[in-house]
């Protein structure tokens, strides 16, 4: 009898314990937050009564007092404390776009307990939200055919590792036996191959602008362009470090860029020609575009620079990719590119960096497309360039 009273015991509370043990059963507040209203302003909670000070910092406090423009998170404004400790803060009405923030408590950094919705960037942990209407639809999730993402792994010769790319490929190219161009698509200083899938929001721009017949399908290979390093954190044997800022060899990344294009070319159906390939990225990934299209001048017939990272005056004799820049911009565009497109922010501390690399152009005569944008160097920009610049491609 005690055996059989035992075993429905075990029977009943095995379940339990199963579900306990894969489930994250921990309590949360129920509290909502970045709550979006009808008039687009939005309203963050955060419960904190023991707190002597509760402010909020964001891209999205621009105009607002506290502002310090050019910085990625560009305000810091205080909430109201109200009953039992319940802090707020509503917006301004706001713009469509993807807007990311976090809570200073007492000067210190946490994100939104309320709001799930978490990236990192780097070393740093923010909240996202997305005002709908504009640009927020365009880097959202929407009700069309979508592409697939993969995690690729490729033997870099000149590196001596084996490293991480994610590539994206368009719909419907599993079925097809179609071949299709290539957009490169580099990253900033301080991030990862990781980057522009999770804050740039590459795959929902691109798959969204295909379904509006905006965009040619495309592949899209976003690689990783610290040499320092293989992966993305958390994603390579060295396990779940905090990131750091990596030290990369003086163009070690531009001179062994073609191992990438070549494992493109041979694992994907590619046009593999310069009129089938483009190459763009942000910050440290524009300066690494500008001298991988100048070095390869027969690979690449498409080029953006947003908010470029250029600095070949203090990096000359750094390395043979940064040498003799002037006569590699003219073997490239004596071959024309069909498109060199450059944007950056008015208040970005790279401005001057581009605004010199423009002068250069403009006395030789070359031609290219120019946008300038407000605020500095921030993913509002860069998404926003991302989304202008993949219209023009393999047209």
């Known amino acids: ?20 043990g894969q489930q994250n059963l921990f309590p949360s507040q129920t509290i909502k937050s970045a709550i979006v209203n009808e008039d687009n302003s939005v309203t963050f909670n955060f419960l904190a009564p023991k707190a002597h000070r509760v402010q909020i910092v964001g891209d999205f406090m621009e105009g607002e007092k506290g502002t ?39 000067g210190i950094a946490t994100i939104d307990p309320n709001h799930p919705y978490v990236f990192r960037d780097f070393a740093t942990l923010t909240n996202l939200f997305t005002v709908p209407g504009g640009y927020g639809d365009l880097y959202s999730v929407q009700d069309v055919p979508h592409g697939t993402v993969s995690a690729r792994w490729y033997h870099s010769d000149g590196l001596k590792a084996e490293r991480r790319m994610n590539v994206y490929t368009p719909y419907g190219y599993e079925q097809s036996k179609k071949k299709y161009p290539v957009l490169y698509l580099l990253h900033g200083s301080g991030g990862d191959e990781d980057e522009w899938k ?105 080029v953006g620079l947003f908010s470029a990272g250029i600095g070949y005056r203090r990096n000359e004799n750094m390395s043979p990719i940064y040498e003799n820049m002037d006569a590699k911009f003219a073997a490239q565009f004596k071959k024309a590119p069909k498109l060199y497109w450059m944007g950056i922010g008015t208040d970005d501390f790279l401005y001057k960096n581009v605004k010199e690399l423009r002068d250069r152009f403009d006395a030789a005569g070359y031609p290219y497309v120019y946008r300038e944008t407000s605020g500095g160097h921030i993913w509002k920009n860069w998404r926003i360039y991302l989304s202008e610049f993949a219209p023009m491609l393999f047209k």
């Open 1 to 20: 009898m005690k055996k059989f009273f035992f075993t429905v015991i075990l029977a009943l509370t095995l379940p339990f314990c199963s579900v306990f």
């Open 68 to 106: 310090n423009a050019g910085m990625v998170a560009s305000g810091l404004v205080d909430m109201t404390e109200g009953e039992g400790g319940l802090w707020t803060y509503t917006t301004k009405p706001l713009a469509s776009e993807l807007y990311s923030y976090m809570f200073m408590v007492d």
């Open 198 to 302: 999770n804050f740039g929001r590459a795959c929902q721009i691109i798959d969204n602008l295909i379904a509006q017949g905006k965009a040619v399908p495309m592949i899209v290979v976003m690689p990783n362009g610290h040499v320092g390093m293989n992966a993305a954190p958390g994603e390579s044997d060295w396990g779940y470090y905090k990131p750091y800022h990596v030290k990369d060899a003086p163009g070690a990344f531009e001179g062994n860029f073609m191992e990438i294009v070549n494992f493109i070319d041979r694992e994907y159906r590619t046009i593999a020609k310069k009129e089938g390939r483009a190459i763009a990225g942000l910050s440290m990934g524009g300066g690494h575009t500008c001298y991988i299209s100048a070095n390869y001048p027969d690979k690449f017939d498409y």
